[in-house]
């Protein structure tokens, strides 16, 4: 599982960094988290406003630093 967070590197996008590393140790998975600064990237993946989530090339959130749990339940979704 590759999981990307799309943004600048703000605080915002930091937060959802952490939370995504807190979900996935809760449910004992591993992923490579890969951090996507370029805007050139990640307006390749339709994205406008960041912070946003994409598990394995999908899109599951944009715009808003999800919660830990909100992260483990997409997790879940992703497989």
Do not use: W
Request: proline share 1%.
């Amino acid at each position: 599982m590759i999981i990307k967070v799309l943004g600048s590197g703000c605080r915002k996008c930091i937060e959802l960094a952490d939370n995504t590393r807190k979900a996935l140790a809760a449910r004992g998975q591993q992923a490579d988290i890969v951090k996507v600064t370029d805007f050139v990237d990640i307006a390749a993946y339709g994205v406008m406003s960041t912070p946003a989530l994409v598990i394995d090339e999908k899109v599951v959130s944009a715009g808003k630093v999800l919660s830990e749990h909100e992260i483990g339940e997409l997790l879940g979704k992703a497989g």
